[in-house]
């Protein structure tokens, strides 16, 4: 057979024959042919006809029946249409051989006109003996194959579940109303996408919400001018980035207007981009599906708050810009953990348990994922769907934690949002006491009922009623009652002092006494100044307020990464007014003998001491907030 190719082979031919494993198969570029035999000289040229009486025996022999396949035939060039049919025409009465072509028969045609200058329909009918026109698919055929081979590939990850996919069927069917079928007008569209969607869902399946994912998917793979351009603006698409949700729920009516404006131009573009004009509709219908933000910048429904975008990050929406990241890069993000993580994690109910689990990632390998990220990833779930139960562990949890790293924020935010859900207020007043009597009294509880102390009238801030308030007035003052005696504790045994912010704990106490007491805040002040006035303590409380690691700094004449904040827990010696008496402290101990360490520390003291009175004004003390 290779012998008989080489002889029938056309110059600058598309095919290949080949005999593998007794099976004819058809391959690109039969021109290479020519060139072999070109090469073997013309001494070694066999006789056409003789070879081809062999392969005619051996077909025979055989007694086999071969089939050959050649599918795609409308998406060569005219010229290699050409020479295609002339070498089916060429070997198609082989013995026990057929050929089943497959093609557009008007793209077919007409490139056989052009290249053989004759009626490309005649040329044709000498070669195809049997034509057999498909049927237009049926109206909704091919969204029924697509939304059944989406059902079907998704049904093959097990981090899907039934619900999901019944979400995604429902969403499809909905969608084909407004003609989301159209974007699949042949099979090969659809095989397209649905080889696409088997090869990507793998690599986010669980991470990102199944119908979100498809739908990117479809426009990626039909529509990829409008995809490319739900990537150019996803910031207002998301509505999330800077300034968006500002704009959205705080902003003026202008600002709110002009942000809806550049939306909906964006909207328009991405919906024009398409080559199909009839199109332009479902994509967007298929934004306004993906995109809240859409439906409320053309449609005028709604604005975005807090508690929607935690629902639509437990839920794993790609109107989120974690989620959006996953399914458009089919990867997690750097510090993202996985769904099984979170759902493993989340369901943990003991508090040390949980803690546990949540320190090991303090140590973990993967790049950006640490205590901080693992918590704001948490963090929708507990603000949107929690149970009383897990609500209590995670808010045991936090509130056993001291640090003064970056997840101190995330901290706080979340044991708010998680005590704020809890419904029964007696739990919340037990969990509060509970925590405080094992853990102590901790910054982190103290600057928390610091907030809610705000709910009470504390700062100045108006009081809503008792209903409206996350503990009612006569838990709330129980736990500040608990929280105060515990304070008072711990200056005595001089743990307080070891305490990180210590100005968290110092500034509870200070409001706290005021509010409970109706006193001044004698308490805090009478133990911040002992510490000032006593030579041994008042090194001691400078690296307390500051922190062991921006004193390390200082004493090795190194740059402070965040000098702004290191200097901000210096604040309780103005707050208090005891900064001069500070200062003139430090003046004194610097006229001793003391270590290389405590004069670099002192000597840092006295310039930042100088340089915040010239700031804030020599008679001007900060307030506490």
């Known amino acids: ?216 998917e479809a426009l990626r793979v039909t529509e990829p001018r409008a995809y490319e351009g739900i990537l150019d603006g996803q910031n207002p698409l998301l509505g999330t980035g800077t300034g968006a949700e500002v704009l959205l729920t705080r902003g003026s009516r202008d600002s709110q207007e002009e942000i809806n404006r550049a939306t909906a131009t964006l909207v328009d573009a991405i919906c024009g981009a398409t080559e199909h004009t009839e199109l332009g509709g479902v994509i967007r219908r298929i934004l306004e599906y993906l995109f809240p933000r859409v439906e409320s910048a053309t449609g005028g429904i709604g604005a975005h708050g807090p508690d929607r975008l935690d629902e639509w990050a437990n839920t794993k929406r790609v109107c989120v810009e974690e989620y959006f990241r996953i399914a458009t890069s089919w990867s997690l993000s750097p510090g993202a953990i996985t769904d099984a993580e979170v759902r493993d994690l989340v369901n943990i109910t003991d508090p040390a348990t949980l803690r546990g689990r949540l320190h090991i990632y303090d140590h973990d390998a993967r790049d950006g994922v640490n205590f901080k990220s693992v918590l704001a990833k948490l963090g929708p779930f507990y603000r949107s769907e929690a149970d009383p139960p897990a609500l209590e562990t995670i808010t045991r949890v936090v509130l056993g934690e001291e640090r003064v790293d970056r997840s101190y924020g995330s901290m706080l935010l979340l044991a708010e949002g998680a005590l704020k859900r809890m419904s029964d207020p007696e739990r919340k007043r037990q969990v509060l006491k509970e925590t405080i009597e094992v853990h102590r009294l901790l910054p982190l509880t103290a600057d928390l009922l610091k907030e809610l102390g705000k709910e009470h009238g504390w700062f100045d801030w108006e009081a809503p009623p008792d209903e409206y308030r996350t503990l009612p007035t006569a838990q ?150």
């Open 1 to 216: 057979m290779l012998s008989y190719r080489k002889l029938i082979a056309p110059a600058g031919a598309v095919a290949d024959l080949f005999v593998s494993g007794g099976a004819l198969t058809l391959i690109a570029n039969l021109g290479q042919a020519a060139a072999d035999y070109a090469a073997q000289g013309q001494e070694a040229k066999p006789d056409v006809h003789e070879v081809r009486r062999e392969i005619e025996a051996d077909l025979k022999e055989s007694k086999r029946r071969v089939v050959i396949a050649i599918d795609d035939i409308d998406r060569l060039s005219a010229s290699e249409v050409r020479d295609l049919f002339r070498v089916v025409k060429a070997t198609a009465d082989f013995p026990n051989t057929r050929y089943l072509l497959a093609f557009d028969i008007r793209t077919v045609t007409e490139a056989l006109s052009v290249v053989q200058h004759t009626d490309g329909v005649a040329y044709l009918e000498k070669i195809v003996q049997i034509p057999f026109r498909l049927p237009e698919p049926a109206p909704g055929q091919l969204m029924a194959i697509v939304a059944e081979g989406v059902n079907e590939i998704a049904s093959q990850q097990d981090e899907i579940d039934d619900e999901e996919r019944k979400e995604t069927s429902e969403a499809l069917d909905l969608l084909s109303f407004y003609g989301l079928g159209s974007l699949w007008d042949n099979m090969r569209r659809v095989n397209r996408f649905l080889d696409s969607l088997r090869l990507m869902l793998p690599a986010v399946a669980g991470e990102v919400r199944l119908v979100n994912f498809v739908l990117l």
């Open 476 to 625: 709330f003052n129980e736990v500040v009652d608990t929280a105060l005696e515990d304070l008072r504790k711990q200056a005595q045994e001089t743990s307080l002092l070891s305490r990180r912010p210590l100005s968290e704990s110092l500034y509870f106490w200070r409001v706290a006494t005021i509010w409970r007491a109706g006193t001044d805040e004698d308490e805090p002040r009478a133990y911040l100044e002992e510490l000032v006035e006593d030579q041994d303590s008042f090194v001691a409380l400078v690296r307390a307020l500051i922190g062991e690691e921006a004193a390390g700094r200082i004493a090795k004449n190194e740059a402070l990464p965040e000098e702004s904040s290191v200097v901000t827990q210096l604040q309780p010696l103005w707050v208090f007014r005891l900064d001069r008496k500070a200062r003139a402290q430090a003046h004194t101990l610097l006229d001793e003998n003391i270590s290389a360490e405590d004069r670099a520390l002192l000597e840092w003291f006295v310039r930042t001491h100088e340089s915040e009175n010239r700031r804030i004004g020599d008679q001007q003390s900060p307030k506490v907030t």
